[in-house]
């Protein structure tokens, strides 16, 4: 662990300072809460010069003991997980008990990229009249992970977790709204005793220059990003003329479907729970709900029971269920969203506005949780990503309609069905243009699940056995004896 407050910066195996730091600030009461160092390109390209000078010996680490590293630091952070979590709440703005969970799934992503990276295989082809033929799997090199505030522990550990577990080396890029608590766990990780260049850490408010610097150098083999379409397609454009291998994960307009059969409370639950999880600061947030005609009204009178119930305030405060917003911009998009939508003819069923606490301790950017109805196609709440406590409700009547209105979207991360006809069900998922499709199942985000989109969503998939296999090149030997 770093053991001073802003030594933030980790490259070849040493925690330090940059000369100037930023503030990190509480989204809910708008209080500082630390300091962090901002890395400069000069810190970008250090940290790869130690990656790259530590890919080979971390190559022919044996997999049994890099899984070691990784299983040692998923101990430590369940160990440590109230504390974790209460750094992760506050810097963040989320539920304690959402942190608490997203520690725990971050823990045992790192438990399942040890496993799998005991088990990258490879292929033996059958002989042909020269001889066999060989499939062998080798490390990508060193691999940048730019991660996001909206999860910044399960994400950070994924990147984090697969990279090493398949033999590379990582700088991560964690966001600048949350480097505290990436701090803390990269720190667990690095304390397991990695060598010295194995992992690096740049905290910075200068992103662009940074990944910059390193996209311009050819000993980056590898970018996993998640974020926003905006940014993941400007990292694309930069690739220029160094090919990389380049995952991405961004953003979404996940669509819940729910058909005339579905049972009506679980449908409600799982709507409101993929919704206002994290605030609706989620790629997978469901944006849009398809409700079959015959069943609408009785499914929003439960909806908007339990939306209506939902207790906004810090996330520490025990039984708080929604936090803040990050920010004034996050906020001001979900006002301007809602407001469109009515312009345009949709009803407000509950919610509708920033919420004033009251509490000066509350300054931060507080949105009610909101339900709209009437919801249309030309409403900009239909088609840009909402990344709020809001959800757009229309109807349907054919199975069709609603699949048709599901996939009319540039995105295609995470959809939600809500029905007990396995045909019916089966119709969908192989009609659905989407990576990751929750049935009856409100969190579809599984270690042992490739986890990905199609579309502008984005591409490759992180988890499952695809997850480890993005992380490796892949050799063809042809044998002559
Ligand atoms: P969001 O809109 O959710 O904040 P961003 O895409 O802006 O998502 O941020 C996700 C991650 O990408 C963060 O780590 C952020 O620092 C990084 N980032 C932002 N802009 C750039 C950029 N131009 N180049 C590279 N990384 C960036």
Redesign the pocket.
Known sequence: MPDTAAATLLIDGHWRSAPATFDVVDPASLDVLGQASDAEPADALAALDAASAAARGWADTDAETRSGHLRAAAAEIRARQGELASLLSRENGKPLAEAAGELAGGARMLEWAAEEGRRAYGRVTPASAAGPGLVLRSPVGPVLA?????FPASMLLRKVGLALAAGCPVIA?????TPLIATALLGIVQATGLPAGVLQSLT?TR??E???ALLADRRLRKVS????????L??LR?TGDTLRRTSLE?GGHSPAIVFADADLEAAATGVVTAKFFNAG?SCTAVNRLYVHESVRDDLLALIEKKTAALRLGRGDVEGTKVGPL?DEAGLAKVENQVADAVAKGARILVGGSRWESGDPALRGHFFEPTVLTGVTADMLVSHEET?GPVLAVATFTGDDEAIDLANATDYGLAAYLFGSDLRRVWRALDRLDFGVIGVNDPAPVRPELPFGGQKNSGQEREGGAEGIESYTETKAVALRF
């Open positions: 730019i991660t996001p505030w909206n890029k964690p966001a600048e709204q910075t992103p662009a940074l990944v910059g990003f998640t974020g926003s379409t905006e940014v993941g400007g990292l930069q961004m600061q990050i990344f």
